[in-house]
């Protein structure tokens, strides 16, 4: 419940995480992907940045091109520094010669820390990914003409090799 204007502040820094987080994967730019976590943050049986950026990458490597749209953010502050929240998403994703909906609640914790250039919202740990269902689209987009836009209203477009630079990047090992 926002009930100050530190409330609204948290809130709205708090959403951008998954904004950026959604752009961040679908861009396969890991900088800023490893950059919306705490420094401390766990995954597995290890601690940081570089550990998580690992586990990312053994993760993306697995799929093509992803597609993340971020709907519903419940936000509930459990102390001025601490917040855990609800994120509704719809993604798409590429799974070899399949191409798959999926409906994904995150559930998030959120941490406050003050560095040099002010009080910075991240996220406290690694998401937790849950479906309501994932599910095959009976055609993959990725097989599809080129859409020439505006020429065509449907059809393979462009993103994400010539929308960011980072994808080239990422899929030639310069991560």
């Given at each position: 419940?926002?009930?100050?204007?530190?409330?609204?502040?948290?809130?709205?820094?708090?959403?951008?995480?998954?904004?950026?987080?959604?752009?961040?994967?679908?861009?396969?730019?890991?900088?800023?992907?490893v950059?919306?976590?705490?420094?401390?943050?766990?995954?597995?049986?290890?601690?940081?940045?570089?550990?998580?950026?690992?586990?990312?990458?053994?993760?993306?490597?697995?799929?093509?091109?992803?597609?993340?749209?971020?709907?519903?953010?419940?936000?509930?502050?459990?102390?001025?520094?601490?917040?855990?929240?609800?994120?509704?998403?719809?993604?798409?994703?590429?799974?070899?010669?399949?191409?798959?909906?999926?409906s994904?609640?995150?559930?998030?914790?959120?941490?406050?820390?003050?560095?040099?250039?002010?009080?910075?919202?991240?996220?406290?740990?690694?998401?937790?990914?849950?479906?309501?269902?994932?599910?095959?689209?009976?055609?993959?987009?990725l097989?599809?003409?080129?859409a020439?836009?505006?020429?065509?209203?449907?059809?393979?477009?462009d993103?994400?090799?010539a929308?960011?630079?980072?994808?080239?990047?990422?899929?030639?090992?310069?991560?």
């Amino acid at each position: 419940m926002i009930t100050s204007l530190d409330d609204v502040l948290a809130h709205a820094q708090i959403r951008e995480l998954a904004h950026r987080y959604s752009l961040a994967l679908d861009s396969r730019d890991m900088d800023m992907l490893v950059d919306l976590f705490a420094e401390d943050v766990r995954t597995g049986d290890e601690v940081g940045r570089e550990a998580l950026r690992r586990s990312f990458d053994g993760m993306m490597r697995e799929v093509g091109i992803t597609i993340l749209n971020v709907g519903t953010h419940v936000i509930e502050r459990d102390g001025p520094d601490d917040a855990r929240g609800w994120v509704y998403a719809w993604g798409q994703i590429q799974d070899g010669d399949r191409w798959i909906i999926q409906s994904i609640l995150y559930t998030d914790r959120y941490v406050r820390r003050t560095g040099p250039s002010g009080d910075r919202w991240y996220f406290a740990r690694h998401r937790r990914h849950r479906l309501w269902y994932g599910a095959e689209v009976g055609v993959n987009p990725l097989t599809l003409p080129p859409a020439n836009w505006p020429e065509h209203h449907d059809g393979m477009g462009d993103v994400p090799a010539a929308a960011f630079p980072t994808w080239a990047r990422y899929w030639e090992g310069q991560s």
